[in-house]
């Protein structure tokens, strides 16, 4: 199976009801008997976590890859469906990436790699191979972690770096399984970062690092990282019109994955703040104009209507659709503030009550 999430970009975007479609660098491979076709978040002490990557400078990306690549896993998953035509359950194999995280086990990868999982297998690069289990995954960061057990002197956990201050032009390298071919290292620049990109769940992942580091299918999962042998981010999508890498790739902010993954791990239930409306970018004044809104969701409560433009959510200035995003992912469901919105030329400021956001995007009325 040839599973994609390719995005294509699409306007308008939304915030917390996203719109736009996924070419991803999805999982590759597909071979079997046929077609087939995330408790509260809470704060965990990340010092668990074992970093084996130097932090200090490589001199080369060859030593940068013998460092690393231990850490990088090959990921097989095997689906039962049913053939729909009477000939019972059909199986199929589809590959991807991953990496170590910690010695415990625990590897981290995208969802939409291990989504409809039966049975998932890791392979290292020594050779070895073990059953992994799902621990949990988020489809609204794309984020997911599986478990291994073994000997925790043989895992290799990469060093965990933070997106946060990471900026246009940054050296980074990608490493996975593209097409299948494991162990797999392309290096390119960071060419954006605060980007917004589409959830599996059709949901938004804001401050999303945009990079021209060749990314194909069998990538997801994989990391990227910076020359010091850091890990930036999780790649997850790349933007086609061929179906194949043309230097646009994007990846889940490292950020937002440990938080996700530090979560999961801990056995929480990871939330995320839900308003409930689809956006895009106001025409001429600026904003993030609501083109819908989801009846009885926490922005129909508040009293936004179609063609209102909101400005500011609390203190944070809103000039777009993607900072409207960035703004609404910031909080946790319950969380109260005020939204500044222009309706119909008239200024007026709103009190809102963020709720929990649903498994995947609802419908606008």
């Known amino acids: 199976m040839n599973r994609h999430f390719i995005l294509h970009r699409v306007v308008p975007v939304a915030a917390a009801l996203a719109v736009g479609g996924g070419i991803g660098a999805g999982i590759y491979a597909g071979v079997g008997g046929g077609s087939s076709s995330p408790k509260t978040v809470t704060t965990v002490d990340t010092s668990t976590v074992q970093p084996a990557a130097s932090t200090q400078t490589i001199s080369s990306l060859s030593q940068l890859y013998k460092t690393v690549t231990p850490g990088v896993v090959d990921i097989t998953v095997t689906e039962s469906s049913s053939s729909g035509f009477g000939f019972g359950q059909q199986t199929t194999q589809a590959e991807g990436t991953g990496f170590v995280y910690d010695t415990k086990g625990d590897i981290i990868t995208a969802a939409h790699v291990v989504d409809g999982e039966t049975s998932i297998k890791v392979h290292f690069k020594d050779g070895t191979t073990a059953n992994a289990t799902l621990v949990g995954k988020d489809d609204s960061t794309d984020t997911a972690v599986i478990k291994v057990s073994g000997d925790a002197s043989e895992l290799h956990p990469l060093s965990i770096g933070s997106s946060a201050s990471l900026e246009p032009g940054a050296e980074v390298v990608a490493i ?61 999508q790349i933007d086609s019109n061929s179906d194949g890498s043309e230097g646009v790739g994007f990846a889940t902010p490292i950020d937002t994955v440990k938080s996700v993954a530090n979560t999961l791990i801990s056995g929480g239930t990871v939330e995320h703040a839900y308003l409930g409306i689809q956006v895009g970018d106001a025409a001429n004044s600026g904003g993030a104009q609501v083109s819908c809104v989801v009846g009885n969701s926490p922005a129909d409560n508040a009293g936004l209507k179609a063609g209102d433009v909101i400005t500011a959510v609390g203190s944070t200035p809103v000039t777009s659709a993607d900072d409207l995003t960035a703004a609404v992912n910031s909080y946790k469901p319950g969380d109260k503030t005020t939204i500044t919105v222009t309706s119909s030329g008239s200024k007026k400021t709103l009190n809102l009550t963020f709720g929990s956001r649903p498994t995947s995007s609802s419908t606008c009325s």
């Open 176 to 236: 996975g399984s593209p097409f299948g071919l494991t162990e797999s290292m392309t290096a390119g620049i960071v060419s954006a970062v605060g980007r917004t990109i589409t959830a599996p769940n059709n949901f938004s992942i804001s401050g999303a690092i945009q990079t021209d580091a060749p990314i194909n299918h069998g990538n997801s999962g994989g990391p990227l990282l910076t020359t010091n042998g850091d890990v930036v981010g999780v790649n997850v």
